[in-house]
Each structure stands twice: as structure tokens, then as C-alpha cells.
């Protein structure tokens, strides 16, 4: 099946979750789709846990980067 059938059975099913059940219907076919997809991309291996999560080393890291290519670096 290819993406652009899956986009319009995704909002085939919105469409219909927002005509008959209204907003909060609507939002939360929504969130679940997107739990759906994350659970899907998982299985699959396109993603990992790790993803979603940035260690704090990291962030020193990439502001330690930004410094040294302004030429602000001291040590």
C-alpha cells in the first residue's frame, strides 16, 4: 500500500472522527495515531529508543562546538 493511500485513509478517519464525535474525537484519534505510527516505526527498526531521548553531555557538547567554531574557545 503506499503512502499517499495510508495519508488518505488517515484522514478518511479523522474527517470522520471530527464530523461524528467532534473536536475531543477528533484529537484523540489524532494522539492515537501518532502512538500508533512511533509504535510502528519501532517495530519496524526505523527508529529507536534513543531517539527520544538527549543525554546531557550532549548538550554541553554541541554549546562546547558552537563556541570552539566562534573562536571563543579557552581551555
Not at 495515531?33 to 517495530?43: E, H
Not at 527508529?47 to 573562536?71: C, K, V, Y
Amino acid at each position: 500500500m503506499s503512502k499517499a493511500v495510508i495519508g488518505l485513509i488517515a484522514g478518511m478517519a479523522l474527517g470522520f472522527a471530527g464530523y461524528f464525535g467532534g473536536f475531543w474525537a477528533f484529537l484523540l484519534v489524532l494522539a492515537l495515531g501518532a502512538v500508533g505510527l512511533v509504535a510502528g516505526r519501532l517495530m519496524e527498526g526505523d527508529l529507536e529508543p534513543g531517539d527520544f531521548i538527549r543525554r546531557r553531555d550532549d548538550h554541553q557538547r554541541m554549546r562546547d562546538d558552537r563556541r570552539q567554531a566562534q573562536g571563543d574557545w579557552r581551555q
